[in-house]
């Protein structure tokens, strides 16, 4: 998987990627990250890379011949495409902006399925508006909240595709059984020891009793899920005995409209 970051804070992007299961990844050839200083390709001698917005506002926003040369130079690169010229499709290239798509785990997944990806991160107010409009890209955002820059989100996003990779975290089972891919949030953990200051770990877990460790854990899951976020539940793949359990503590069933029958709907007198 080969990831383009267009910044102009390189030093962002490169120090993070180092540590840990990205920087290991890298060094064994799994993912490479190539970080382009968009102010190389700056057009005047001060390396200018933002402007004044035309019809006023506060905030400079992103000068779009910088942005566009440096993104052409990235695609044209050899380390692109392993140096093709393209004659399939171009890479996606991802502007990353508080305005764009949310980031979620099934947009991760999608990525994921693309050999490589061009991040542009912006900075100041935004980028300009051409940027988007001439490669076809997608804004993506990686939460309600308004960061300085888009290095931080890039990050997140190599990091969230990266594990998908066969080979970047240790076993693939831990991904599959990942909070959220598997649609519930995770059930709690505990290591050793058995008992710290009075709090005891739940004696099921101990119990060796893997049929019933199982129960447990899954039940932690949907209960955390429904405490936490509800609205995952919608989508989750629930099995009766899930529903049951749910229901159990105050989870309400929504009916399903199509099966109702006339007779049940407001207004009809039957
Ligand atoms: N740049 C600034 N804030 C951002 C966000 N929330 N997501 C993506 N890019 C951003």
Redesign the pocket.
């Known amino acids: 998987m080969r990831f383009h970051v267009l910044t102009l804070f390189p030093e962002a992007i490169e120090g993070p990627l180092q540590a840990s299961m990205l920087g290991q990844a890298q060094r064994r050839g799994l993912i490479s990250v190539t970080v382009t200083d968009i102010r190389d390709y700056t057009h005047d001698a001060h390396g200018t890379a933002d402007d004044y917005q035309f019809g006023g506002g506060p905030g400079m926003v992103m000068k779009p011949e910088p942005v566009i040369e440096a993104v052409e130079s990235a695609i044209a690169s050899k380390s692109c495409c392993s140096g093709t010229s393209h004659a399939n499709a171009p890479p996606p290239i991802l502007i990353?902006?508080?305005q764009?798509d949310a980031l979620d785990q099934r947009l991760v997944e999608e990525l994921a399925q693309t050999p490589e990806i061009v991040l542009v991160c912006?900075h100041y107010a935004g980028v300009d508006e051409r940027v988007k409009e001439y490669f076809g890209a997608r804004e993506?955002?990686?939460?309600?909240?308004?960061?300085?820059?888009?290095e931080l989100?890039a990050l997140v996003l190599i990091d969230a595709i990266s594990r998908l990779v066969p080979g970047v975290v240790g076993s693939m089972e831990n991904v599959v059984q990942d909070s959220i891919t598997s649609g519930l949030l995770q059930h709690p953990l505990y290591t050793r020891p058995a008992e710290y200051r009075g709090m005891a770990v739940p004696e099921v877990i101990l119990s060796g009793h893997h049929g019933e460790i199982e129960r447990w854990r899954r039940r932690e899951s949907l209960r955390r899920t429904l405490e936490k976020r509800p609205d995952l539940l919608q989508a989750a793949d629930l099995s009766p005995g899930d529903l049951d359990y749910l229901e159990s503590i105050g989870y309400m069933r929504l009916r399903c409209t199509t099966e109702q029958p006339q007779s049940d709907l407001p207004g009809h007198e039957g």
């Open positions: 990353m902006s508080p764009g912006g993506v955002s990686i939460g309600d909240y308004v960061l300085t820059g888009g989100p």
